[in-house]
């Protein structure tokens, strides 16, 4: 079965840190980017980060550029966000989705519609 374990969630207050996991299993892990994306209540899915697994190479959202920091473990198939001087404003649940590689993801990383797999999400909350 392929799963998509996302844990780390919590409340902060604004200024402060949180460490997202994403533990990934069912389909090979060093094929795919693994990417956060956040959903506000209200609001539009938002891609904020992707890695690829094989060679490591990131793409950040505007919103959380110098402030989010992604990063994997090829040995544990795990992919992190280290989130930063969190804002009231990043207040949303967010999952970790694989997105199929072989051809590159520099343009579709930002398009949740371009997943394959999604995980469960997990909430962060960031009080002001």
């Known amino acids: 079965d392929v799963q998509l374990q996302a844990s780390g969630g919590g409340l902060v207050q604004a200024g402060g840190s949180l460490r997202l996991s994403c533990r990934v299993s069912?389909?090979?892990?060093?094929?795919?980017?693994i990417g956060w994306v956040r959903q506000a209540p209200g609001k539009e899915r938002e891609a904020v980060a992707c890695?690829?697994?094989?060679?490591?190479?990131?793409y950040y959202s505007d919103s959380v550029k110098g402030r989010f920091t992604i990063s994997r473990d090829n040995a544990k198939n795990t992919v992190y966000l280290q989130m930063n001087s969190l804002k009231p404003e990043d207040t949303a649940i967010y999952y970790c989705?694989?997105?199929?590689?072989?051809?590159?993801?520099?343009?579709?990383?930002?398009?949740?519609?371009?997943?394959?797999?999604w995980g469960q999400g997990t909430l962060v909350t960031v009080s002001s």
């Open positions: 890695i690829g697994v094989s060679d490591g190479t990131t």
């Open positions: 989705a694989g997105q199929y590689n072989i051809l590159g993801f520099r343009i579709t990383w930002a398009r949740p519609a371009r997943y394959d797999y």
């Open positions: 069912g389909f090979p892990f060093d094929d795919y980017a």
